[in-house]
């Protein structure tokens, strides 16, 4: 180990030398809550209840009724999944599909290799995504650019950030059923052009509505598991790791299960046709 590469974990309060500890009994049950549907975002929809969001058909909710008008849901999603990386960047930073955009700066489309093995997703962007542009640039991304380096990782080398949402929340509030629906074509066309080996969701808010079913961080760590054909790991927001120390502990044992991940992953030869 590379006395470099000491000096970032013991910034990361992970020195000595954590390791990745057997799978919790907790860890293996929650493997069956995990078998996402491809039609489940009404689902996803009715739990907002309690913010006063209809569940009904999502391009016609009350939420949006003084934004700009907008395609219908499934039109829109087909429009977007045929679109190339300058098509889809402009259309992120023109879209007015849900009232995000009223209080954006910028929007985030996301950054870094466009042929990325690695991709990370996040919720939405803060105040310092949201002045720039770019995902995970305040303290959160200082912590997350720690991360990367600890597993020989860079930003923008083999590696892609993007994040649910593409603008903003007000107050960084968690976005709403709506909002990410909106967001979500966005979403699935970057992972389709990126075509990445392994996908990292970091924090709650982005793994529950990746994998469309609510479980803790706790019970989705330590599993491989899917979005739409891509394997997934679930591990800690940088953010929550800024605010919660011990947990970073847990987030090396992650990050070390991902790295093994991919290592297999990319050992894997494609079957013979």
Excluded at 107 to 134: H, N, R, S
Excluded at 214 to 236: C, D, F, H, N
Aim: glycine share 6%.
């Amino acid at each position: 180990m590379s006395a470099h590469r000491d000096e970032i974990l013991k910034e990361l309060g992970l020195w000595p030398v954590w390791r990745l500890r057997e799978p919790s009994a907790d860890a293996a049950a929650a493997e069956t809550m995990m078998s996402a549907s491809a039609d489940a975002v009404p689902a996803i929809a009715s739990r907002s209840g309690s913010k006063g969001i209809s569940p009904a058909p999502l391009e016609r909710s009350p939420a949006v009724a003084d934004a700009a008008p907008v395609l219908p849901l499934d039109a829109r999603a087909a429009e977007i999944a045929r679109m190339d990386w300058p098509q889809l960047k402009a259309s992120v930073a023109g879209c007015t599909a849900c009232p995000l955009h009223k209080g954006r700066n910028k929007t985030v489309f996301g950054v870094g290799d466009e042929q990325a093995e690695w991709l990370f997703i996040g919720e939405g962007p803060g105040a310092d995504e949201d002045a720039k542009g770019e995902p995970f640039v305040g303290q959160a991304g200082k912590l997350l650019d720690n991360m990367l380096a600890a597993i020989a990782l860079k930003r923008g080398k083999n590696v892609y950030i993007a994040n649910v949402v593409k603008c903003r929340p007000p107050g960084n509030r968690n976005p709403e059923p709506l909002e990410v629906a909106q967001c979500e074509p966005y979403l699935h066309r970057q992972i389709g052009l990126l075509r990445p080996k392994l996908i990292v969701a970091l924090g709650k808010v982005a793994a529950v509505n990746l994998l469309k079913r609510e479980a803790s961080v706790a019970s989705m760590r330590g599993k491989v598991l899917e979005y739409q054909g891509t394997p997934l790991i679930v591990t800690y927001h940088p953010a929550y790791l800024l605010r919660s120390l011990p947990e970073k502990a847990k987030a090396w044992e992650d990050l070390c299960f991902a790295v093994e991940t991919m290592n297999n992953l990319q050992n894997t030869k494609p079957a013979p046709i």
